[in-house]
């Protein structure tokens, strides 16, 4: 198998339970990199509500990398306030380059701080933390990366540790850096919850359990399906709640990064040609107006297919939509396998969701980032961390 073309022919999963079967795994090359970012602060950032900008930053070092990638097909999990990809070595340069100019634009435009940073395969696979891969189809329009091992995880521990990160960051060497953020989007209003709450959920067994790992989580996602029910009900995302937006002040972040750099005219003009996008594609879709490209009729049911709601890398990643005696049921079962030393786990319970968006095509490459409203992921960690210190 080539290296580069090594994910691209990986063999699809159908069912996202079989992430629970090692067989299902393979290593990533050797010669690979694991590329981490993420917003220092993020926490603060959050709490002095900028969630919408710290979940549009982490989308933005993904479709920079993806851009510089072009047909070559790389895995890559967003986490919230960040981003986990891995590539070949001959994207490397490239990639830096953009995540660079991404770290950039993050000051410049946004005055927040990206940590960028990349760590060879081969130094956490040595130290006894593989990285192991599979690929589960979510839509036609999207491909999931699943990553276990541990290997992701201690790389991120090695990024944010103030000794290894300074060895692993990528710096700016005086390089003057562009990045093409071609295909974000961020144009949807915040998505209500259609039973009440939005449940942000991480769960992570704890690593002296091995192979039994597996054993674990398979439980977890089952008594998630028997709580809240099977795929139709555990997407958060309804086509009923799903409303583009036409509101300069929510429009503005995309303009922000797409027209970085750019004079106050060209930004005026990019704001208007995407509210002028968005007024046109709300009226195709009420109209379910058919072309040569696209059903707009159907098109929220393409989107949704395609979201992120539940992912793995090195721990289970949900946004479910539910109630409060389903969320009860379900932190009573956590709660227990937490004091029996299992598992950890974190939450974060609001009231909607919110999506940022990677469009390559309409009616192809596409994947929307889910995460709960008013700052889902990156609380649910910092409730995970107070119980890892307890």
Not at 225 to 237: F, Q, R
Request: hydrophobic letters at 40%.
């Amino acid at each position: 198998m080539n290296s580069e073309n090594f994910y691209t022919e990986l063999r699809l999963l159908d069912n996202f339970i079989d992430i629970t079967d090692l067989q299902n795994f393979v290593d990533v090359p050797d010669d690979w990199y694991i590329i981490i970012t993420d917003i220092r602060g993020s926490t603060k950032a959050i709490e002095a509500g900028k969630y919408k900008e710290v979940n549009l930053l982490g989308a933005c070092s993904i479709a920079a990398v993806l851009n510089v990638a072009g047909q070559i097909e790389i895995p890559f999990i967003f986490g919230g306030d960040g981003a986990s990809l891995l590539m070949g070595p001959s994207l490397l340069p490239a990639a830096q380059k953009a995540l660079l100019a991404t770290q950039q634009m993050a000051k410049t435009e946004f005055d927040m701080d990206l940590r960028v940073g990349a760590v060879p395969v081969k130094v956490v696979a040595a130290a006894n933390y593989p990285v192991k891969i599979a690929k589960f189809k979510v839509s036609e329009n999207y491909s999931q990366a699943i990553l276990t091992g541990g290997g992701l995880a201690r790389a991120t521990e090695l990024i944010k540790d103030p000794a290894a990160g300074n060895i692993y960051s990528i710096k700016n060497n005086g390089i003057s850096a562009t990045a093409d953020f071609s295909g974000l989007e961020c144009r949807w209003q915040d998505i209500p919850s259609k039973y009440g709450e939005i449940v942000t959920l991480l769960v992570m067994v704890r690593e002296d359990f091995g192979q039994e790992s597996n054993l674990i989580y398979r439980k977890v996602l089952k008594l998630i399906e028997y709580i809240y029910g099977k795929e139709d009900c555990l997407n958060p995302i309804v086509s009923q709640n799903l409303k583009l937006t036409l509101s300069s002040a929510k429009l503005i972040k995309e303009t922000l990064v797409r027209a970085s750099g750019c004079s106050w005219l060209d930004r005026q003009l990019y704001l208007s040609k995407i509210q002028l996008e968005t007024a046109l594609g709300s009226l195709l879709m009420n109209l379910k107006v058919k072309t040569e490209e696209l059903d707009w009729g159907v098109y929220k049911d393409i989107a949704i297919a395609a979201t992120d709601y539940r992912k793995f890398d090195d721990m289970l990643r949900m946004v479910i939509s539910g109630n409060a005696s389903q969320r009860k049921k379900l932190t009573g079962y956590l709660e227990k396998n937490y004091r029996e030393g299992k598992l950890v786990y974190g939450l974060h319970v609001a009231d909607r969701a919110l999506m940022t968006c990677l469009v390559f095509e309409r009616n192809g490459q596409q994947v929307h980032f889910i995460d709960g409203a008013d700052g889902g992921y990156t609380l649910a960690a910092k409730d995970m961390k107070q119980r890892m210190q307890d």
